[in-house]
């Protein structure tokens, strides 16, 4: 079932970042020096919003936030991004790992927590790009 507007008013739209890599396999060596401060911040996971998203959620630039949808949640801090239509939060996928190495272990949070998969009306087939959830400070 669709997760209830009401509930989780904003829209979680992750992002597959070629720099990362995929779940199944660590961050090679040389590519996290390419993983900006739109991705990462002080080993955390970084989420963008634009400005009136933020207004909406109570929270500004820098502040530590979690993303609940209805099955899980990630934690993560917001980036100002105005590039972003309003209600839409979005976070880098492939982090979060737990193993691999120290190029990979404890960078951020895996957005595939908070992720929800739906089916798309009138075609059947299951959708997980853009996903209900709610914003908390914390």
Known sequence: PAADDAA???TFAPTRCLN???GAT???????????????????????????????AGV???DAIRISGPKGEV?????IFEGLTSGVVTAPLNLGHTAFDV??????DNAFKAVAVSVEPGVGQSVWAASRVKIAKI
């Open 26 to 56: 660590g961050i090679p060596p040389h590519n996290v020096s390419t993983m900006g401060g739109s991705m990462i911040q002080d080993n955390s996971l970084v989420a963008e919003m634009n400005s009136e998203t933020a207004a909406k």
């Open 60 to 62: 500004k630039a820098g």
């Open 103 to 108: 190029y990979s272990k404890g960078k951020g």
């Open 75 to 79: 934690k993560a801090r917001v980036r």
């Open 8 to 10: 989780f008013p904003f």
């Open 20 to 22: 990362i890599g995929v």
